[in-house]
């Protein structure tokens, strides 16, 4: 076959041919196709769902495992490591919160989601405490970055859990049992007590069952019985279990770990590629960040005018969106965390604080935009919504 000919070889080039041909003979209705993309798109991606309460387990003293079902029809398919924002009303306030999905992605009848206690938690204890099976509740699509990715992460997985930041990685584990994946998982779970540790007879039940995943229980304040590991997860700890260290870390759980985790993974020399990192819940004491400027007090209220609209009180601790929502004005929230840009919003004067992980964009700090579920007021300002 002559050179120039060599494409005739590829597999399908034939059809393609031939379909050419009788669409430039007929021509082709695209009128009969019309909406089929975008239906298929909402199939995929729902914007809301509507999803009903059908089973609360108490799993510790201290959290709850909630199985929402469809409320009319089916589920999207999500990655494992995903959440749902769940929108909730309570207290005649309406706001949002995100929670990763624990469930394994390999089934899609139900998603179960995992809430632990927050000390004078708003959404939390509404949740654990108010929340009854066949209620309704309403959430967005699962989204979020925070999972696997062939391309990227190789076959070596390393698992930094504290408290509820399990949770996404409890998806990962349970898909990797159910497909019986050859994928290598190592986990480290950190907790303050025993009684805290969530999911862990499953934990040890996969473990026994696929030697692909191990997983290490490591206590902060043991009672003195406890034989395991005690302290924090360091670097020490990580060299030794894991041996060589070409594996790709996820790390999730509160601020705090992550603030100890990070610099363990530094001292072990580990890219900022081979991590991925996801922050639960918005920063317990945010004037104690060192970025946060002196002259403001944690006590300080700032007035904020919504142009056009109102103006209310917005205190320096809480996240604008906040003191929006109790205000009873809603913009749209996916992550809450300052990752999305879904809450992006122009600030036309004044000063916020945004902490380090908040995502913005390049143009978006020159023209002024800014994430309200993760700013907080630095002075009197004024928005646009
Ligand atoms: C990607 C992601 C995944 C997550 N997954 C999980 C998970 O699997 N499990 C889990 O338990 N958590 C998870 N979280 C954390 C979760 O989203 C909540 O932050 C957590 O449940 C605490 O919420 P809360 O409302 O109880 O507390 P907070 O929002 O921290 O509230 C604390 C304080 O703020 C006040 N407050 C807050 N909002 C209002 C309001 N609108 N009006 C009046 N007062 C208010 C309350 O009075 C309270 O004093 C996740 C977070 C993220 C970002
Ligand atoms: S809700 Fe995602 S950046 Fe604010």
């Not at 708003?122 to 696997?148: D, Q, T």
């Amino acid at each position: 076959m002559a050179k120039k000919d060599i494409y005739k070889k590829i597999s399908g080039y034939n059809e393609i041919i031939q379909e050419n041909a009788v669409l430039e003979k007929y021509g082709f209705n695209y009128e009969a196709k019309k909406g089929e993309v975008r239906s298929m798109i909402d199939a995929l991606h729902p914007q809301r769902l509507d999803l009903t309460v059908s089973e609360i387990n108490q799993e510790t003293a201290s959290a709850k495992s909630i199985k929402l079902v469809s409320g009319n029809g089916s589920l999207p398919p999500f990655q494992a490591g995903q959440y749902i924002n769940l929108f909730v009303e309570t207290g005649g306030i309406r706001t949002s919160r995100p929670y990763s999905i624990a469930s394994s992605p390999t089934q899609i009848g139900h998603y179960e989601i995992m809430v632990r206690k927050v000390e004078d938690g708003f959404v939390s204890n509404y949740l654990l405490e108010e929340l009854k099976p066949g209620n309704k509740l309403s959430s967005s699509s699962p989204s979020g970055n925070f999972h696997y990715n062939p391309l990227f992460h190789g076959d070596k997985l390393a698992f930094i859990a504290g408290g509820s930041g399990i949770t996404p990685f409890m998806s990962m584990i349970r898909e990797l049992a159910d497909k019986n994946l050859s994928r290598r998982m190592h986990l480290f779970y950190g907790s303050r007590v025993e009684d805290d540790v969530i999911y862990r007879a499953q934990l040890d039940r996969i473990a026994a069952l696929h030697r692909n995943f191990t997983w290490d229980l490591v206590l902060s304040e043991p009672a003195p019985s406890f034989k395991g590991l005690k302290g924090f997860i360091d670097a020490g700890l990580i060299k030794e279990r894991l041996g060589d260290l070409d594996w790709t870390f996820f790390v999730c759980g509160p601020e705090a770990m992550y603030n100890f985790c990070l610099p363990e993974l530094g001292k072990l020399a580990i890219a900022a590629r081979k991590t991925k990192v996801e922050v639960m819940g918005v920063p317990k004491n945010i004037t104690a960040h060192p970025g946060w400027p002196e002259n403001v007090q944690a006590g300080n209220v700032f007035q904020l005018t919504i142009k056009g609209k109102k103006t209310i009180a917005a205190p320096a601790t809480e996240p604008l969106m906040i003191s929006l929502e109790r205000e009873g004005v809603v913009i749209p929230a996916l992550c809450r965390s300052g990752e999305c840009s879904l809450c992006r919003t122009k600030l036309l004067s004044g000063k916020v604080y945004q902490p380090n992980g908040v995502k913005l964009r390049k143009s978006d700090r020159i023209f002024g935009y800014i994430h309200p579920c993760l700013a907080y007021p630095l002075s009197d300002m004024e928005i646009l919504l």
